[in-house]
């Protein structure tokens, strides 16, 4: 693997270069953060590099990611762009920034990004797409730092803004869900340390049977509901309350906002 130089240090940023020192060496790694002293401590924690600027990081890496929020880019990009490699290649996970934005700010080759949060342990979905100038070998390499951190899917940039809701805000929606779930356990006397362990078992092994099961959800669902049962009476409940609709409502508030922080 070539090298590769993380500029951003906060979850998302410092999951990427944790599950790729994980699987690489880490001295191929270089990171860069808004405070040097954060990029310190996370070099000194996986035994990657760091830099006191992100141009030094930049010129230190091939696979160059670009981990700092949309607000940011434009102004790390210029840092950057004179810094970078001739056979560099950018990889940018800010939301709601295009392609053709990303290449006008550096004209170099980009992939875009969008990863979660279950990256910090392995379990990310992450979406990318590339531009035409993305050699398959850079983009071979590309997708292969990603597995470091879980599952890794192309996708056309068009799905992008829906990517980014489903996938990257998921998680928080899960998260409520669970909490939801745990505060029901603890309602019924339940301590609250093991109602979130029996809430995210649920969720976790629920999950893990959809990706593995042949049945789509709808069976899987009908699978747990035995006629005049405990479950279909919740099921009814939340179809009263409008679980589904709050969840499309939800995606759709998250996938809108991430579609007009593509136009700003």
Request: aromatic share 4%.
């Amino acid at each position: 693997m070539d090298t590769v130089s993380v500029i951003g240090c906060g979850s998302m940023g410092g999951a990427v270069v944790r599950a790729v020192c994980r699987k690489y060496d880490p001295k191929i790694v270089t990171v860069s953060a808004k405070h040097f002293e954060h990029a310190q401590e996370t070099a000194f924690d996986v035994k990657c590099n760091s830099a006191d600027s992100n141009a030094k990081a930049a010129a230190a890496g091939k696979y160059v990611f670009i981990a700092v929020k949309p607000a940011y880019v434009e102004e790390v990009m210029k840092e950057i762009s004179g810094s970078l490699r001739q056979d560099a290649v950018i990889i940018s996970m800010a939301a709601g920034v295009s392609l053709e934005r990303l290449h006008a700010m550096t004209m170099v080759p980009v992939v875009r990004i969008m990863p979660n949060m279950p990256a910090q342990i392995g379990e990310a979905m992450t979406a990318l797409c590339c531009g035409p100038d993305v050699k398959e070998s850079d983009l071979a390499d590309v997708t292969a730092l990603l597995e470091c951190a879980g599952k890794v899917e192309r996708v056309d940039e068009k799905l992008m803004d829906c990517v980014t809701a489903v996938s990257g805000s998921g998680p928080a929606f899960v998260f409520m869900f669970i909490e939801a779930l745990a505060d029901a356990a603890v309602r019924f006397g339940m301590p609250r340390s093991q109602a979130y362990v029996y809430a995210a078992q649920t969720v976790k092994g629920s999950a893990a049977m959809v990706l593995e099961d042949e049945r789509c959800p709808g069976a899987l669902k009908d699978a747990v509901c035995s006629p005049a049962g405990t479950t279909i009476e919740g099921v009814a409940a939340l179809e009263k309350d409008g679980f589904r609709n709050a969840v499309l409502d939800a995606v759709k508030a998250a996938h809108d906002k991430s579609s007009s922080m593509g136009k700003k």
